[in-house]
């Protein structure tokens, strides 16, 4: 936390699904108030391919590597949600202009783990890579994991050990003091992939379980229904390794909920939280949930944030009782239910009116708020507004028109509290190839979500 502040940050930049026939690339923004490149982005570093989709991103070294001096943070981890290629991006040589360093070609996937759609990425201890997945190379749903060497980035096989794995596979997170992993669930990829329909939660092919892992022997050991509608996304522990809870958001039915391990040595989960859906009129459905897509807690295990993509709020939630946590900030960025748009609410448990529309520096916002990052501090909290080309191109047809945009929020770290900086914008919509979808944030030196202490 005492690090020093952010100068630039990653983001990967995705083409697919907007019309616009180039390569996905890896932003790198300047976020330097003292720079005269401010909020702007400094380079590009297009892939060798089209149509990748870009999504989340890991490193080659980090916190679980702390004390090991061979170990260096130089080499960002770029796997690709669709093409199921994985790129290794060197970040070391020049920070502020990233160089391809290796391409594992999807086949290395398909043969050496019969796994696919390659998701979330955390290095181990030990120097390898872990890489979930979310389905196999037909496109059914399949909760996989994938071990890169950490210094060629060869393909070993997977993590995995036995013949039990889960049916879908989304992202995770490891704490070896209590020897456990635990990965979520999105959905089938040839099912999510152009579109989310709602008949497909009904018939199984989305995800509703948090799977526990046994850490030392790799084998999947008991699994939590969090109920149909769920569809578990983000995971985090508490960032204090002694920790044995944590904190899972659920996108559809708008809950979170808090995972822990019993006295019997097994894992339960209880929903700590619950955004109410709306009722409304001129929607794909008559209710209309919040959609918590991406969430995380603040360094010093204070704070959880989170996203709703569909009603267009970030939260700041005070944990000191995790299993009370208190809603001491909110700030609306956009989002489905804004007044003067195709949306009418006509019932609303938690709003008087419907929000106005989001403007920052003469642009309007569309889209919802997506992903988030923290700085180390805690003080400013950064967020972007694509979540997949697929979904934005259905429910923020204009998002993919017109770009996405990376904000910055002021966070209140003493009483709680988000204030939107009116003088921060990166507008992805002016790129020179035209208008892009940023989606994951990643600093340099590690961040609330890259990295985990062991």
Not at 38 to 56: A, F, G, S, T, W
Not at 82 to 91: A, E, F
Not at 256 to 283: C, D, L, M
Not at 285 to 304: A, C, K, Q, Y
Request: net charge neutral.
């Amino acid at each position: 936390m005492k690090g020093p502040r952010e100068e630039i940050l990653y983001l990967p930049c995705i083409y697919r699904n907007t019309g616009i026939e180039k390569p996905d690339y890896l932003a790198t923004v300047d976020v330097d108030p003292k720079s005269p490149h401010y909020c702007q982005v400094i380079h590009r570093l297009p892939m060798p391919n089209l149509k990748d989709e870009l999504h989340h991103s890991g490193w080659n070294a980090c916190s679980s590597c702390y004390g090991d001096a061979s170990k260096r943070r130089n080499r960002l981890i770029l796997p690709s949600l669709i093409s199921s290629r994985i790129y290794v991006v060197d970040v070391g040589t020049d920070p502020k202009a990233p160089r391809i360093h290796k391409v594992v070609e999807p086949v290395e996937l398909f043969w050496k783990g019969n796994v696919a759609n390659p998701h979330t990425s955390h290095c181990l201890g030990n120097g390898d890579i872990l890489i979930s997945c979310l389905g196999d190379p037909s496109g059914n749903g399949k909760g996989g994991f994938l071990l890169l060497d950490g210094e060629t980035f060869e393909v070993k096989g997977n993590w995995e050990k036995g013949e039990k794995v889960p049916p879908f596979g989304y992202d995770f997170w490891y704490q070896p003091r209590h020897n456990v992993l635990m990965s979520t669930e999105w959905g089938a990829p040839k099912v999510l992939a152009n579109g989310f329909n709602p008949a497909d939660v009904e018939k199984g092919h989305y995800g509703r379980h948090i799977n526990v892992w046994d850490w030392n022997s790799h084998t999947y050991i008991q699994k939590i229904d969090l109920g149909k509608d769920s569809i578990p996304l983000e995971i985090r522990f508490l960032h204090n390794p002694d920790a044995a809870e944590g904190f899972v958001g659920c996108a559809l039915n708008s809950t979170v909920h808090r995972f822990y391990k019993t006295e019997k040595g097994n894992w339960a989960a209880e929903k700590v939280i619950e955004v109410p859906s709306k009722k409304v009129q001129g929607w794909l459905l008559p209710d209309m949930p919040g959609l918590i897509t991406d969430v995380l807690i603040s360094l010093d295990d204070r704070f959880l944030y989170f996203s709703n993509w569909l009603h267009g709020d970030i939260r700041q939630y005070d944990i000191s009782n995790t299993r009370k946590p208190k809603l001491v900030g909110q700030v609306f960025l956009g989002g489905s239910i804004i007044k003067g748009g195709p949306v009418t609410v006509v019932e609303d448990k938690e709003l008087q009116c419907q929000p106005e529309p989001f403007v920052i520096k003469g642009k309007r916002v569309q889209g919802g708020p997506q992903m988030i990052q923290l700085s180390l501090d805690g003080k400013r909290l950064y967020v972007t507004s694509s979540l997949y080309s697929g979904w934005d191109k259905q429910f923020y047809p204009d998002l993919v028109k017109e770009g996405s945009v990376m904000l910055q929020v002021d966070v209140d770290t003493e009483r709680g509290g988000l204030k939107v900086n009116k003088n921060f914008l990166v507008d992805f919509g002016k790129e020179p190839d035209g208008p892009v979808l940023a989606h994951e944030i990643r600093y340099p030196g590690g961040d609330n979500t890259s990295d985990i202490w062991i």
